[in-house]
């Protein structure tokens, strides 16, 4: 391949593509669910153990198979909610009500259950903490190697259940004590919609580093300052990492809130080579 | 490995034979893309094949409107596990756009306008195998769905179809493009369920 191609070939990501030799292979297992709790209204929450999981880094997803007695299979895309090395693997699960398998996992899963899982998969809609100990080499040597490693702000920007894997890379960011500035705008229907409610507050309140920023489109709680109402542009205007401060954004939801918000950030100036997206579905 | 999902029985019995393992009808169209949509004016999009020898055949809109245009009706498989069937596109085919073409080279790399790639091998290209197309349903591709022209490879994975697409660059070996990079498969045939490596 001449360069002038290969140039091209790596410019869609503003870093380079992650060496997938450093990621974990993926492949099928055996999960047993673990534990169960309801995550909002329509929601779940299922911890599983997956054996021979080999870790995740925060953001990726899996695919998950389910089998009829007569054979019948059919799979799906799940975003992990957690990250980290061990096999521990949290998934949040909304109910389409007229969906084939989500219902089926939020109303019917139980504890002790096995299903298969392929993964972890995607090695593109992911965040890793800053290696600490790479910036403070660079910065020893060249200095111009050391602001290239110092980490750009982060901007999510969650619809509904496309919280999942962004707030796995809140939890890695607070975990690793990483010190780049976290801006997390998650927009959900009502109060009572929120996944991860509680966590989120918490790392929050927790944090100088991590903002959270909520919009409801349905209905608000008591004395929130602002009306319900979708996203709409000025409002990301207002909520996100401006694009001088070139934030890296990752932008996860149903497929009509993920164009939307992508094409508003690109008219507020971002590069679309800043905006990682994950589209689950839907319009 | 396949066990039985304790209380699980599945809604969709009658299997359709079209559909390739894993795979489920979708009544709507998926988008898999990773990061915004482009917008590309058609009075300033180009498409280019490059060969080894330097050789670039070049396109603009007009020209390439001008070239004999095909209607394909054919099924297409996205590897987030949704297929759909009887789909039906307008569009040249690369048989047409590789007439003129010269090369000792058997892999392609397609690029597309945003900086995506993606790795094909010429033989899944070539004999009636893929199109550029700009049309979907009689109603120009819109551009969430790789519009105004995407690569459309209906045999394969429907990421190795570039949407947005803006030239081939023959290679002399395989190499992984953007997506294969980022964990999918180097060749994407659905019926042998090549996803994931
Ligand atoms: C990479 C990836 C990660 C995902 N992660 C998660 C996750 O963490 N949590 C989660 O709950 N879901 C997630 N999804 C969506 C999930 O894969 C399923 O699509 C979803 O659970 C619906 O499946 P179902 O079988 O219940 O509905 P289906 O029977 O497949 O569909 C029912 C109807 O709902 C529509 N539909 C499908 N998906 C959506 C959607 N997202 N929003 C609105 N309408 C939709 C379909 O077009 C169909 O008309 C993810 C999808 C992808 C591609």
Redesign the pocket.
Known sequence: MSDASTATATSATSEPAPALAAMPRAGWHVATVVATRQETAK?ARLELDVDGWPGNAAGQ?LDLRLTAPDGYT?T????I?SSGPGTRVV??????P??????F?VDEVRVGDRLEVHGP??AFFVWRPVDRGAVRAAGDGAGGAASALRARPVQLIAG??GI??LFAMATAHAEARDLTPFRMLYSVRTPDDLFFAEELMALAAASDVFRLDLVYTRRTPDGWPNLAGRVTRAALAAAVLPATERPIVYVC???GFVERVASWLIELGHDARDIRT?????? | MSFITRGFSG?GHERDERLPPGQ?L???FPV?SAGPTPEIDTAEWEFSIATETGGVHSWNWEQFMALPIEEVDTDIHCV?HWSKLGTSWRGVSLDTLFEDVETQYEYVMAHSYGGYTTNLALDDLLDGKAWIAFEFDGEPLDPEHGGPARLLVPHLYFWKSAKWVRGLVMMGEDEPGFWEQNGYHLHGDPWKEERYW
Not at chain 1, 278 to 283: D, P, S, T
Request: proline share 5%.
């Open positions: 929601a997803h059919v799906r895309s799940y975003s909610a998934l949040a699960v909304d109910k389409l007229d969906g084939e398998v989500s219902p996992l998969l995607g509904g259940s999942v894997p939801g149903s497929t994950e589209r689950f579905g839907g319009i | 809604r489920t979708a009544h709507d898999l987030t």
